[in-house]
Nanobody, 117 residues
Framework: QVQLVESGGGLVQPGGSLRLSCAASGIIFRDTVMAWYRQAPGSQRELVATITLGGRTIYADSVKGRFTIFRDNAKNTVYLQMNSLKPEDTAVYFC???????????WGQGTQVTVSS
């Protein structure tokens, strides 16, 4: 059974930092391209960052220069380092595959990130 478990969210002030983790099981993680998504209330789920098998990264323009995606294949974990956080980053953050042809693994519960003073 595929499981994706996100953690690391919380309440942070504007300009602060958080590191999110996503632990994957039930897949061959080292052979899987991974991505982070976020969904704010009333909004569509948005692709934030992608990391390939070889470690190439792609970012949404809104987070470029502030967020970093990286992976540890030995731990079956993908991370999202978020710096210089803004209120508009407030959302529930999820990990999954890029979803080509609309194919995703079952979504985890996500982890809430709230940026507020």
């Amino acid at each position: 059974q595929v499981q994706l478990v996100e953690s690391g969210g919380g309440l942070v002030q504007p300009g602060g930092s958080l590191r999110l983790s996503c632990a994957a099981s039930g897949i061959i993680f080292r052979d899987t391209v991974m991505a982070w998504y976020r969904q704010a209330p009333g909004s569509q789920r948005e692709l934030v960052a992608t990391i390939t098998l070889g470690g190439r990264t792609i970012y949404a323009d809104s987070v470029k220069g502030r967020f970093t995606i990286f992976r540890d294949n030995a731990k079956n974990t993908v991370y999202l380092q978020m710096n210089s956080l803004k209120p508009e980053d407030t959302a529930v953050y999820f990990c999954n595959v890029p979803g080509n042809n609309g194919n995703y693994y079952p979504w985890g519960q996500g982890t809430q990130v709230t940026v507020s003073s």
